[in-house]
Structure formats: structure tokens, C-alpha cells
């Protein structure tokens, strides 16, 4: 309590930018820890980053809420903060977790809607975000993943990961079926390849898939964090087909 009060003292006194931003994410920790979250939030200059500095931390482990903290925050991130993206995404997020698919499928919609097209960076990156989510959403609840392509052909990586999550090898097929006529070489395409391949025990297959997608990761920095998961699967396929050295 003693180091919450020190903690909120100094941010009100503080006038650099980063310090109060140290100051403010410190003080939520504390205050989270004393079951005061919410009290916190009302208590930071900065309401807004602090809704989002407190949701990512709970996604990312790094604090403890209880469910009802967790729906609350969003709740008040979303009804203070409409137009806000990341606002949108979490409280979309938390309805989905606790049985409102429906309406939260019906929140993201209606903020693509009414989404203004940018050039910023960030706005860019918070529509695909909520993009993204949307389609993974409409693709659980059994939306097919041609319809979900046809809609936006932007789809394919999202739905790519979600497939492969799940395992669902006929939507895996469905979706090299829709890609390689018209990107052969594209990573999303060549990890349902690969994974597929290796499902199936075509080792020969996977083995060559791989080493044209270790190929392009190599040459493609953007695509770099892949090389993990096609370095995985190459020695997976070496090693059933008997061909590792």
C-alpha cells in the first residue's frame, strides 16, 4: 500500500513523459496486486494507455485479474473509449471468452464498418488486428473458409494459422486449393503444404516444400520468424524418411 502511495505521489509530480509512463505502469502492478484495479485506473492522468498497458499484461501473463476484473475493464475501456480499435478488440475478446460470440462478432463488424481507411501505421495495424480477429471468430463458429476468402482474400494468413491450429486437414486442403493458382510461392501456402505433407507421411513431399520455404525465410526478412516452425518440420521428415545426416 505504502509503495502504491509513492508510486501515484510521483506521477502526479513528474513532467518527462517516459518516467510517468514507468511511474504509471508500476503503480497499476501494485494496485492490481491489491485487488484495486480499477481504482487504479481512475487515479492515472492517462486512462486510455492504461486500459491497453493493463490488458496486454493479463494476455501476456505478466498480472493476475479475475474474471470479473477482466470483463469490467473492458466493459469501461470500450464505453469510454468507442472509436478506439484496441478498445473494440479486447472488449470483443472477453464477450467471446465468456459465451457472447454472437455479439462480439457483431462489435467488430461494426467497427470495420465504420472504420475510416488510413495511411498511419498504427491505425493500419489495429484494423488488421481487429480483422483478424473477426475472421478467426466467424471461422469457429463454422463460418466455411471459402466464404470467410471470398469476403476479403486478405483472410488467407489468418485463416492459415487457424487451420493449422486446429488441425483441420480437409480446411487445410480447401485452402491450397484457393492459393496456388495464384501465389505458388507464398509462406502461408507453403506451411499448409509442408504441415499437410507431414500429416500425411509424404516425406519426400514435405522435405522439398521445406527447403523451398527455408529458401525464401532466409531471403525475406519479414518472414524470418518462420524459419523455426519449416526447420522443425524438415527434420521431422528427414528423420521418417531416413534421410538425415
Not at 513528474?14 to 505502469?25: C, F, G, I, K
Not at 495511411?119 to 495495424?125: L, T
Not at 506451411?191 to 507421411?201: D, K, W
Request: one cysteine or more.
Amino acid at each position: 500500500q505504502e509503495a502504491a502511495e509513492h508510486y501515484e505521489a510521483a506521477l502526479k509530480k513528474e513532467h518527462d513523459e517516459d518516467e510517468r509512463e514507468l511511474y504509471a505502469s508500476s503503480y497499476l502492478d501494485l494496485m492490481t496486486d491489491l485487488g484495486r484495479v480499477l481504482e487504479a485506473v481512475d487515479r492515472v492522468p492517462d486512462k486510455n494507455s492504461a486500459y491497453e498497458y493493463l490488458l496486454v499484461s493479463y494476455e501476456e501473463g505478466d498480472i493476475a485479474l479475475s474474471n470479473s476484473e477482466y470483463q469490467e475493464i473492458t466493459r469501461r475501456y470500450y464505453s469510454e473509449f468507442p472509436e478506439n480499435g484496441w478498445a473494440v478488440y479486447y472488449r470483443a475478446e472477453a464477450m467471446n471468452k465468456f459465451d457472447d460470440s454472437k455479439g462480439a462478432v457483431n462489435l467488430l463488424q461494426k467497427y470495420l464498418q465504420s472504420s475510416e481507411s488510413s495511411s498511419d501505421e498504427d491505425d493500419e495495424y489495429i484494423d488488421t488486428s481487429v480483422r483478424s480477429l473477426l475472421t478467426t471468430m466467424q471461422f469457429s463458429s463454422g463460418v466455411e473458409a471459402a466464404t470467410l476468402l471470398e469476403t476479403d482474400h486478405s483472410n488467407f494468413s489468418t485463416l492459415t494459422n487457424a487451420a493449422l491450429a486446429d488441425e483441420r486437414w480437409t480446411v487445410v486442403k480447401d485452402l491450397i486449393a484457393a492459393r496456388e493458382p495464384v501465389a505458388s510461392d507464398d509462406v502461408d501456402l507453403l506451411r499448409l503444404q509442408a504441415r499437410l505433407a507431414n500429416h500425411e507421411q509424404r516425406w519426400d513431399d514435405a522435405i522439398e516444400t521445406c527447403t523451398r520455404a527455408e529458401a525464401i525465410t532466409r531471403t525475406v526478412p519479414e518472414h524470418a520468424h518462420l524459419s523455426w516452425e519449416f526447420n522443425r518440420l524438415l527434420r521431422s521428415a528427414s528423420l521418417n524418411s531416413g534421410q538425415w545426416k
